[in-house]
């Protein structure tokens, strides 16, 4: 069947909804994460623009969309300019995959999660990228340490994901999410609609697994406690020292629509997606948007607690929580699971 | 500590830690904020604030006193005596004004709040008040004058003074003469 033009319609119409989205969950995120940081110091905030300040986030997207573009005169002008769009399409093509309800999804492929850790590592290019265009040393510091960052906390991410994926037998992110309908119980967190005793043996497991997959997500998307891309102190910013306005404003919204798919993904994943908590009760096709919004939104305000909480991570501590704990303690899981289900 | 013991040991203390911190960050997301919203809400000044000084003119008795005190030369103050049929009346405190004063300025800007101008002042004229709020675009609306005199008055007391003067003078002169006029007293006979 070739396309037609309402199909061409149609598809560009659907696969703008995750962008119109993202702008709106940016907003919210931006007032929402400075608003938390302030009380949680017994701050206010801000409270001049509008009611309690929330016009503020409209104000901060003007004044970067008026700023100036400056590109340095040293830099890779080319690599420059199309280093923001990797990272921002690296970010944007993982939303294709995540079921936002039952009825939308971008893309229901087969290989869901594996096309996830595929597309998520163009982001690590798009900032190696910037960094280097930048043609200052912080710059390429920053971009470098992201890189080596990001590159092993892939590894955590990618095994308890796999763990999920043994426990639901799908790749597909639509599938698990079926697999885990029918109420708080089923959810692979607990072990998944399996007979009891398996989830009784698989119920530590799955909570581990959980735990990593939330602390290396952080990792992923450069939140602190492992914000080393973006020390302020030490590399004045890190890789995006160098961007202004609209091209800095990418980097932000992409971090920003980053929290928001790892977020969704491990909600997916491990706490039933957009499956409604108490089985039949409250689901549907828009409740099902408002469950994984939801969830997502509380893994995200859980981002922001954590940065205004902890602070950062040394280089060497960075790379020892990732491969002398969060890795062996993940390839036991990965055993003890498998073990768990053959049995 | 056994190698193992410090490995385990550490995931649980980090993880022990950072609940402690989250609980911490968690409480205070409930405590009211400290943040005065400043230009709505002002903090009330202490009692014996030094901010800006005001000078109540009505009370001044242009001793100077305020001026030879600063240490930074902010006040200038000019006077003019009073003749004797001009009745300057009495200040609140019961001191009676001699001098005119024409001109009181005071250059807010090179103060420096120390405040010693206020305590020789014999009439408590000169105050430290706890007004804090007066930024001006203009320096030269820094410069307070607080005379009320206008320039006519002024002249007419300056002629008065003049005039005054003059007469004084003219009186002296005559006093001189006329005790020159007169005869030497003879002096005392030695006894």
Redesign the interface.
């Known amino acids: 069947m070739s396309p037609t033009l309402e199909s061409i319609i149609i598809t560009v119409l659907l696969s703008a909804i995750p962008l119109v989205f993202i702008l709106l969950y940016a907003l919210v995120t931006l007032y929402l994460e400075m608003k938390?940081a302030?009380?949680?110091?017994?701050?206010?905030a801000y409270?001049r623009t509008g009611w309690h300040g929330v016009l503020q986030p409209f104000a901060d997207i003007l004044k970067l969309l008026q700023k100036e573009d400056t590109i340095p005169a040293a830099a890779d002008r080319f690599l420059f300019i199309l280093a923001p769009y990797i990272v921002f399409v690296g970010t944007y093509a993982a939303f294709a995959i995540i079921p936002f309800t039952n009825i939308y999804i971008g893309s229901n492929i087969h290989l869901g999660v594996f096309f996830l850790i595929g597309v998520s590592s163009l982001v690590v290019i798009g900032i190696l990228m910037g960094g280097w265009a930048s043609n200052n040393k912080w710059s390429i510091f920053g971009a470098i340490r992201s890189a080596a960052q990001m590159v092993s906390y892939e590894i955590p991410t990618a095994l308890s994901v796999l763990i999920a994926v043994m426990i639901t037998g799908s790749l597909n992110l639509q599938e698990i999410t079926q697999f885990q309908e029918g109420g708080i119980q089923n959810w692979v967190l607990f072990g998944g609609p399996l007979p009891l005793s398996t989830k009784l043996m698989l119920l530590p497991f799955t909570f581990i697994t959980f735990l990593i997959l939330f602390t290396a997500s952080l990792a992923e998307v450069n939140r602190t406690p492992f914000d080393l891309p973006e020390a302020e102190s030490e590399l004045v910013q890190g890789f995006n020292t160098e961007y202004s306005g609209m091209r800095f404003a990418m980097f932000y919204l992409a971090e920003y629509a980053n929290m928001f798919v790892v977020s969704a993904v491990a909600v997916t994943l491990f706490l039933g997606g957009w499956s409604s908590p108490f089985g039949d009760f409250m689901s549907g096709p828009v409740w099902g948007a408002f469950w994984l919004i939801g969830k997502a939104m509380v893994f995200v305000f859980l981002q922001i607690?954590?940065r205004?909480?902890?602070p950062r991570l040394r280089v060497d501590q960075l790379m020892y929580t990732s491969w002398k704990?969060l890795t062996p303690f993940l390839f036991v899981c990965l055993f003890a699971v498998g073990l768990i289900l053959v049995l | 500590m056994t190698a193992v013991a410090t490995y385990f040991g550490n995931i649980f203390r980090s993880l022990y830690t950072v609940a402690v911190g989250m609980r911490i960050t968690f409480k205070h997301l409930f405590v009211p904020a400290v943040t005065l919203q400043y230009p709505d809400v002002k903090l009330k000044m202490p009692e014996r604030a030094r901010n800006r000084l005001y000078v109540n003119i009505d009370d001044c008795i242009g001793c100077d006193q305020c001026s030879l005190a600063c240490p930074v030369d902010c006040i200038s103050i000019e006077t003019i005596k009073s003749t004797a049929d001009q009745d300057l009346g009495v200040t609140s405190t019961g001191h009676k004004k001699r001098l005119h004063v024409p001109k009181f300025d005071i250059d807010i800007g090179k103060c420096c709040y120390c405040g010693l101008c206020v305590y020789p002042c014999p009439t408590e004229c000169i105050v430290m008040t706890d007004v804090y709020e007066f930024a001006e675009f203009d320096r030269h609306n820094l410069l307070y004058k607080f005379s009320r005199m206008t320039e006519g008055e002024i002249g007419e007391a300056e002629t008065k003074l003049k005039k005054a003067e003059e007469e004084a003078a003219a009186k002296k002169a005559a006093a001189a003469a006329a005790a020159a006029a007169q005869p030497k007293p003879e002096p005392p006979k030695a006894p």
Do not use: E
């Open positions: 938390v302030a009380h949680m110091q017994d701050r206010v409270m607690w954590i205004w909480t902890l704990v």
